[in-house]
Nanobody
Framework: QVQLVESGGGLLQAGVSVRLSCTAS????????MGWVRQAPGKEREFLTA????????YYADSVKGRFTISRDNAKNTVYLQMNSLKPEDTVVYYC?????????????????????WGQGNQVTVSA
């Protein structure tokens, strides 16, 4: 089991950028595909982006393509979500998750069932 902890959120103004971090403990994060999702109150978790274990492939939801960037530093056991040009509608809880092992081409990265370990979530609040 991989324990994941997100950090970097908080109260932000519209238009700024922020980078969320997801740090793993318990096991090395390097062998897992990693993903980021977000969830608004009363709604389903929305897939945002994923990255293969070796960072060769990345995947993005159309809603964030060009504005959000996923990256990873396996030496630091950390995955990042760079969010630019924040909007008030980005105000939700963001989660990272560990997915399939050793998949360079991640099959169905948007499918929540492919992720086995989740962080506790990190609130991002964007004011207009």
């Amino acid at each position: 089991q991989v324990q994941l902890v997100e950090s970097g959120g908080g109260l932000l103004q519209a238009g700024v950028s922020v980078r969320l971090s997801c740090t793993a403990s318990g096991r090395a994060l390097s062998i897992y595909a990693m993903g980021w999702v977000r969830q608004a109150p009363g709604k389903e978790r929305e897939f945002l982006t994923a990255i293969s274990w070796n960072a060769i492939n990345t995947y993005y939801a159309d809603s964030v393509k060009g504005r959000f960037t996923i990256s990873r530093d396996n030496a630091k056991n950390t995955v990042y979500l760079q969010m630019n040009s924040l909007k008030p509608e980005d105000t939700v809880v963001y989660y990272c998750a560990a997915g399939p092992k050793y998949e360079t081409v991640v099959v169905n990265p948007q499918n929540r069932a492919r992720y086995t370990d989740w962080g506790q979530g990190n609130q991002v609040t964007v004011s207009a």
